[in-house]
């Protein structure tokens, strides 16, 4: 599904990852984790475009993406979260989704301006699709609020909801329960499931070990810029390298 | 959430405004302030879309706006061709330039771009001032011909009135459509978080390109409505501080809002001929203005206005409630 290979990315003399490879099932919820500085937004960031890296590759479905910014991606169906979350924050709940829409719709500026026919029966489909992800994401009550006005935690759900309309087949979230009450990371680990059976793929950095353990089928764990370890939950739990370098950090 | 029917009923009610000022306002002057009130909305609402919505300055409008109206003039009185075709011909020869010109000066941001634009605006004054030849350099150019539709000619201030104004609508209604398209979407996207919308597919590149390229072609219309309503045009109305003026009646009016650019145009225009007794000193009037609005109503008129008589209002009741 996703293929990683010799990804290594510095910062003038700072060496931020070096050498990473893995890959990623389909279907399948992989969880990436590792102590802070590891290099796991970093390798977000390349991998949805957003850097260019130092050398190494990145197949989606095998097709090489290493080179291709982040606007093009949508296309493909690799989309992400943001850590601090990335709102439209002028926007209303449902125009931030409608927004995920924007690569399944064609209208340009004239038929826009002039409210073709086709245009506005495109509009209307957007809107439909954007309310049914909105459903899906719990949040339909919030659909006419400014986005920029939801608590964190709706704000999380409303991202989700926004990367979900843009049709993924992968999803890449990073650290989407920092910020969330128990309750609420209770509300994301039902949800990340629910994608999961849609279909979705889902990649996930995350800081809360509780979470990760319980719903990742695979984990990476990052250290120090390189990969450290690689397995299920369980032999993540049992592996005397990624206990030292979580103690050691501590 | 824009509710549809109250949309339609405000811009109809505009409309009917602008239809029936005409009848209470006879005097020349004040219709000729009106028609700068029209020119100047369609050139704040071109600044806007670029500056409110996708959130990228310009301070080189004054010199789109200056083309429109140049190569209007210059086809029109040098080579006798249609005022029609050559409006036509000026709004896709800016639409085009900024196109391309816009591909390498919208990489930049923030001061970068400002500056960019700024240059650009300089260099297309200098040409106005220097290619004497074909523009009369400084002391401008004369004897363009009103426009007409089928021997029926526009060369009294009432009708340009009501042409200039047809324009403006026209503009205004389109602009309100564009903003609440997926277009409009992604441009307020790319404004609020620049990479979020590159995640979601959004070509900030691209549509920042073809916005800013749609600004300079509007611009360029009201330019060469200027020049067809005035019929003659010099370089001094197309300088750096027109463009300046422009950005103070889109931040004046509200930033983000088609019925602030018409706010802001309109108080800016009224604004200087109530203060033509202070002469030079206007511009301190001007800046004055902005500091105050920045401070007090970041939102503009449109949004300050009506937050105003709430925080009013709320003022009110409470007092009733204490004196009760």
Redesign the interface.
Same mark, same amino acid.
């Given at each position: 599904m996703l293929e990683v290979r010799n990804l290594t990315q510095r910062f003038g003399g700072i060496t931020a990852l070096e050498d990473i490879s893995f890959n990623v099932t389909k279907g399948e919820i992989t969880g990436v984790i590792g102590p802070n500085g590891a290099g796991k937004t970093t390798l977000f960031n390349i991998v949805t475009g957003i850097y260019a890296q130092t050398s190494g590759t990145v197949h989606l479905e095998g097709k090489d993406i290493s080179a291709l910014p982040a606007e093009m991606l949508a296309a493909k169906g690799l989309v992400r979260t943001f850590q601090n979350i990335e709102l439209f924050g002028n926007m209303t709940v449902l125009e931030n989704v409608m927004l995920g829409l924007h690569t399944q719709s064609r209208s340009g500026i004239l038929s826009c301006m002039f409210k073709a026919p086709w245009h506005l029966k495109e509009e209307r489909n957007i809107r439909e699709i954007a309310s049914e992800w909105l459903e899906f994401c719990d949040i339909t009550d919030l659909a006419d609020q400014k986005a920029s006005n939801l608590p964190f935690g709706k704000g999380r759900m409303l991202e989700i909801a926004r990367a979900m309309a843009v049709r993924p087949s992968i999803m890449l979230m990073d650290e989407p329960a920092a910020g969330l009450n128990n309750r609420e990371t209770a509300e994301l680990a039902t949800l990340i499931r629910k994608i999961r059976d849609k279909g979705v793929t889902v990649v996930l950095v995350e800081h809360d070990m509780e979470l990760v353990m319980d719903i990742c089928d695979r984990i990476i764990v990052l250290n120090l810029g390189r990969k450290l370890a690689e397995g299920t939950p369980r032999e993540i739990q049992e592996n005397q390298a990624v206990i030292s370098a979580y103690l050691g950090e501590g | @959430?824009f509710s549809k029917h109250r949309e339609i009923f405000k811009f109809l009610s505009l409309v009917l405004v602008v239809l029936i000022t005409p009848l209470l306002v006879h005097e020349g002057y004040l219709l000729n302030v009106l028609i700068f009130v029209g020119i100047h909305t369609i050139l704040s609402l071109a600044l806007n879309l670029l500056l409110g919505y996708a959130g990228q300055i310009s301070l080189g409008q004054a010199g789109f706006f200056g083309l429109g109206a140049y190569i209007s003039g210059i086809l029109t009185t040098t080579h006798a061709i249609n005022p029609w075709i050559a409006m036509l011909a000026a709004a896709t020869i800016v639409t085009t330039l900024a196109f391309f010109v816009g591909f390498p000066i919208l990489k930049l941001k923030g001061h970068y771009l400002a500056m960019a634009t700024l240059g650009l605006g300089i260099i297309i004054y200098i040409v106005f001032n220097e290619a004497v030849d074909r523009t009369g350099g400084p002391s401008g150019l004369s004897g363009i011909p009103n426009l007409s539709i089928a021997g029926y000619t526009f060369n009294t201030d009432l009708k340009n009135y009501y042409l200039i104004w047809t324009f403006t609508l026209v503009a205004m209604g389109? !602009?309100l /459509? #564009?903003v609440h !398209?997926? &277009?409009?979407?992604?441009l307020?996207?790319i404004?609020? !978080?620049e *990479?979020?919308?590159? *995640? @979601?597919? *959004? /070509?900030?590149?691209v549509l920042k390109v073809? &916005?800013f390229a #749609?600004s300079a072609g509007l611009s360029a219309i009201a330019g060469s409505l200027y020049a067809h309503t005035m019929t003659f045009i010099a370089p001094a109305s197309f300088g750096f501080n027109f463009s300046v003026e422009l950005v103070t009646m889109v931040i004046i009016g509200g930033l983000?809002s088609i019925y602030g650019s018409l706010l802001g145009a309109a108080l800016l225009t009224v604004l200087p001929e109530m203060l033509r007794a202070f002469q030079d000193y206007d511009i301190i009037v001007y800046g004055l203005l902005l500091v105050l609005m920045t401070m007090f109503m970041p939102g503009g008129l449109v949004k300050g206005i009506p937050e105003l008589f709430t925080s009013i209002r709320a003022r009110a009741t409470r007092k009733v409630k204490t004196d009760a």
């Open positions: - | @959430m389109l !602009s /459509n #564009l !398209s997926r &277009i409009g979407r992604a307020r996207a404004h609020d !978080s *990479v979020a919308a590159r *995640v @979601m597919g *959004v /070509n900030a590149r073809q &916005i #749609l983000a």
